[in-house]
T-cell receptor, first 115, second 111 residues
C-alpha cells in the first residue's frame, strides 16, 4: 500500500531532550516536506527536500533540523526541544515534476508535547 | 507564492451542492491551483488540481475563470462526512517547493 509513515505517533518529552521524528514513504517520491499545525495558525511548512541531499527551509525552520540521506526517509530532528514546539507534525511527499507534482501525500501525524 | 483568501467557515445541509471560492489575485503564469481536505487530527488529503477552465473528478469540480484570479471548489450533494477544513493552494510545479497553506474554510454539513 502506497503510504507515508511517521513514528512515533505520540510523544511527550521534556525541554532540551533531543528527539527525532521519522518519516518514510514507499512511493519513490523525490519531494518530501515537514509541516506543523497549531490551532488558529493552520499548517506551516518547516523544511522541504527536493531530493537526496537537497533540503531547504520553509516558513518556520527555527529549532529544527532535517536530513535526506535516502530517498524514502526524511527525519525531523529537534536538537533541544522547547515548549513552543508542542504541536501536531505532518510529513508529506510528492512527485517533483509533472502535472500531479502538487499532489502531496500526508502521513498520519505526530502529536508532540514538550514539557 | 500567491496568497490565497477563503471564507473562514460555511454551513450546509446534506444533499446540497457546496461552492467554496478562493481568491488568488497574484497568481503567476506557471501556478496551479490545488485543493485539499482535512479531517480533525488527520493529514490533508488531495482533492483536485487545475490550471484553467474546469476540472472534474469523482469527488469534486474545480472552476477557474479566464483571469485565474479566483477558483471555486464545487462539492455536489454533500453528506455529513464532508464536514472538514478545505484548503486552497497556489503553487508551481517546478523549482522550489515552498508550500503555503492558508487558514482554510471550515465546512460544517448539517443533517
Amino acid at each position: 500500500e502506497a503510504q507515508v509513515t511517521q513514528n512515533p505517533r505520540y510523544l511527550i518529552t521534556v525541554t532540551g531532550k533531543k528527539l527525532t521524528v521519522t518519516c518514510s514513504q514507499n512511493m519513490n517520491h523525490e519531494y518530501m516536506s515537514w509541516y506543523r499545525q497549531d490551532p488558529g495558525l493552520g499548517l506551516r511548512q518547516i523544511y522541504y527536500s527536493m531530493n537526496v541531499e537537497v533540503t531547504d527551509k520553509g516558513d518556520v525552520p527555527e529549532g529544527y533540523k532535517v536530513s535526506r540521506k535516502e530517498k524514502r526517509n526524511f527525519p525531523l530532528i529537534l536538537e533541544s526541544p522547547s515548549p513552543n514546539q508542542t504541536s501536531l507534525y505532518f510529513c508529506a511527499s510528492s512527485l517533483s515534476a509533472g502535472v500531479r507534482s502538487n499532489e502531496q501525500f500526508f502521513g498520519p501525524g505526530t502529536r508532540l508535547t514538550v514539557l | 507564492l500567491a496568497k490565497t483568501t477563503q471564507p473562514i467557515s460555511m454551513d450546509s445541509y446534506e444533499g446540497q451542492e457546496v461552492n467554496i471560492t478562493c481568491s488568488h489575485n497574484n497568481i503567476a503564469t506557471n501556478d496551479y491551483i490545488t485543493w485539499y481536505q482535512q479531517f480533525p487530527s488527520q493529514g490533508p488529503r488531495f482533492i483536485i488540481q487545475g490550471y484553467k477552465t474546469k476540472v472534474t473528478n469523482e469527488v469534486a469540480s474545480l472552476f477557474i475563470p479566464a483571469d485565474r484570479k479566483s477558483s471555486t471548489l464545487s462539492l455536489p450533494r454533500v453528506s455529513l462526512s464532508d464536514t472538514a477544513v478545505y484548503y486552497c493552494l497556489v503553487g508551481r510545479n517546478t523549482g522550489g517547493f515552498k508550500t503555503i497553506f492558508g487558514a482554510g474554510t471550515r465546512l460544517f454539513v448539517k443533517a
